[in-house]
């Protein structure tokens, strides 16, 4: 069903607009939320009414059991009935026992939950707003207020004053509540000043504000569509598309084009923004006379962000004066130590297996690459072997906290993340091992390169002194990394280091249909499936409709594969989608199967996020202060409404939230293809539709599937299977790491 919205004014009352008026009332649920529309449909108890209203409009950020304030007009929907369209709002101070009840039990006010706001109110009555104004010390009166609890009530009171200005000013430019307490903890008393003077710096300084809402709030102040500043704010934020699109740069043409399209204004405005920024050094524009021996999909004048570019440089020139350095002298008799490692491990090494070991021990660079099944792990773990026989210092790290954990897993030795191998100093936001302070390594094992972004990679070649050796090691045919550039494939398509690719797929590994299916897959032919009712760990149930899909993965999630192979539905089983919207993309099946799997316990909702005790959730970005980065998921284990703080276990660690920073994370049940890159589940459910028609490429269902450890299901159809096979055209990533490699 949809979610009901009001129609235009013209619609709602053909005979003018509608007299505006106030309302005033608590607000008892949030029925729908869209951040990205601005848009609410709320119930508000209002007084003089017996049952709630229903107002839609832009009120974002407002909590059950606050009393608002709302001006707008009654009109009347054709679907929905009487509603009333809110023009503005504002929080107010409620006026009744009840309304001052609910306000402090809300958990707007730290240091006060339910129960005392209840203690509270039966003891200072009408009186209590006032009393926590003006008289907090006579807040010790109430049982369970020392002083601890006082001190921070007045902190939060205090500061809640100066946010709610800074709130009456954002909602007077149309800006959602929600994002008050963001702006102010990043400008502090000087928010209202830098906003005025520069709205655009939101976008760019305030996670969650966007270009978009900037720029609402920009011309709202006045600021001339044309202004010089809007263009460079909309290049830079055009760019960051591009970024967040996995390029590195944007063809000038094809930057110009989208920005002139987005402002509405002359592609004059946006070039000569362009030369501003980069005489500026916001940005870098380089043409292809800059690479030494440029090939036709160089012949492009590349415009990059200049954080972007100096990665890009960076990588090409440590890479290369990290391959040329002479390796260190190995005194290793490479044939004999190949049959000790066999002996060692009862095993035999396949040829290529062999042939990547002898380069291993000359390659001051080498790149180990292949599918599941083929023998990567054995690999690995018979040149650790024979290096740590010789005396070699080996470090071993992955990209992820869950990669490097299977990393230590396969191999029996210890694997660190890149954060904590480079350690990561969050108060300096940077990395204490560099080019002055190198680790302490004669050879580096990097693992599941194929995530590695270019910044990422610069910091661990910065990192490395230059005799030690680098082995990267990855599935070069799965997605690329989910920051800018393509790494792996760049230094592979390059030549410029030896490279071993691993095609051999072992026998024991071939009784497996997951990874049988994975290469057939990869090759662009169908999944086999098995015999039905045969016990297997690899499944096709096909439904055509996207309701039958979302039905059955709630049956199977739950219900169908616990039972018959005894996995937990929700520390076992992970759903994967190829995208976020639609019936059966990540936010649709996340609410559904919350609802499933955790129906009950105590609940915060926060915009149009609900959280649960218990609830399975995900970090979606790098969080350097807290320690959890994008990607990591977690249970929820506690929530204080009093404290204003969530608790989420990773791993076994507890990491506290405050609610303020709760748009970092998001439930997890289902999460994207892309989110699950370097892990692994024991189960894989993966709904397929042609709902999902853009995305359906044959590297994203691959990566999918080899997510699975123990089982995948696939539920869809045939034909949305058949699209996701069949399409092995993946967007080329806007790069020029290989080009420089190769110069």
Known sequence: MSAPRSPPAS??????????????GSLERITFTNEEAAWSVVRV????????????????????????????????????GEQFRVESYATVKPATLVGIEKYLGSGLVKGVGPAMAKRLVEHFGLETLDVIDSKPERLAEVKGFGEKRRK???????????????????????????????????????????????????????????FRTADRIAQSLGMPSHSPKRAEAGVLHVLREFSEEGHLYAPRDKLTLRAVEMLEVTPELVEAAITRLAAAEYLAVEGASALAHPRPEDAVEAVYLKALHVSEVGVANLLKAL?????????VDVERAITWFEGKQGISLAPEQKEAVRQAMVAKVLVITGGPGTGKTTLVNAVLSILEKKGRKILLSAPTGRAAKRMSEATGREAETVHRLLEYNPRTHGFQRDRNNPLEADVLVLDEVSMVDTVLMLNVLKALPSPCQLLLVGDVDQLPSVGPGSVLQ??????????????????????????????????????????????????????????????????????????????????????????????????????????????????????HRTFRVDDKVMQVRNNYELGVFNGDIGRVEALDKEEQTLVVRYDGRPVVYA??????????????????QGSEYPCVVLPLHTQHYTLLQRNLLYTGVTRGKKLVVLVGSKKALGIAVRNGDTQKRFTRLAARLRD
């Open 45 to 80: 108890l209002v007084r003089g009414r017996q049952e709630p209203i229903t107002a839609v409009g832009n009120l974002l950020g407002v909590q059950p059991g606050e009393s608002l304030r709302l001006t707008g007009s009654w009109v009347q929907d054709r679907k929905y």
């Open 152 to 210: 921070l009530l007045r902190e939060t009171w205090a500061e809640q004053r100066d946010i709610r200005q800074v709130m009456v000013f954002l909602q007077s430019h149309e800006v959602p509540a929600s994002f008050a307490v963001k702006v102010y903890k990043q400008y502090g008393a000087q928010s209202i000043d830098v906003v005025r003077d520069n709205p655009y710096r939101l976008a760019i300084d305030v996670y969650g504000i966007g």
């Open 490 to 607: 760049d230094i592979i398509a390059s030549g410029h280091v030896p490279v071993v690719r691993l095609k051999h797929i072992f026998r024991q590994a071939q009784s497996s249909l997951i990874i049988t299916n994975a290469h057939r897959i990869n090759q662009g032919q169908m999944p086999q499936l098995p015999a039905p009712d045969a016990m297997a760990d690899f499944y096709f149930v096909e439904k055509e409709e996207p309701e039958a899909i979302l039905a059955a993965v709630k049956t199977l999630v739950k219900d169908r594969i616990p039972r018959r192979f005894g996995l937990h539905p929700v520390d076992e089983v992970q759903v994967l989608v190829p995208m976020n919207r639609g019936l059966i993309g990540t936010a649709n099946l996340n609410a559904a199967l919350q609802e499933h799997l955790n129906p009950h316990g105590e609940t915060l909702t926060r915009g």
């Open 323 to 331: 391959a040329a350095w002479p390796a260190r002298p190995l005194d």
């Open 11 to 24: 619609a709602a009352n053909a005979g003018g607009a509608p007299p505006s008026t106030t309302v005033e």
């Open 659 to 676: 609610w303020s920073d709760l748009d970092e994370l998001v439930l997890a049940y289902a999460t994207s293809v892309h989110k699950s």
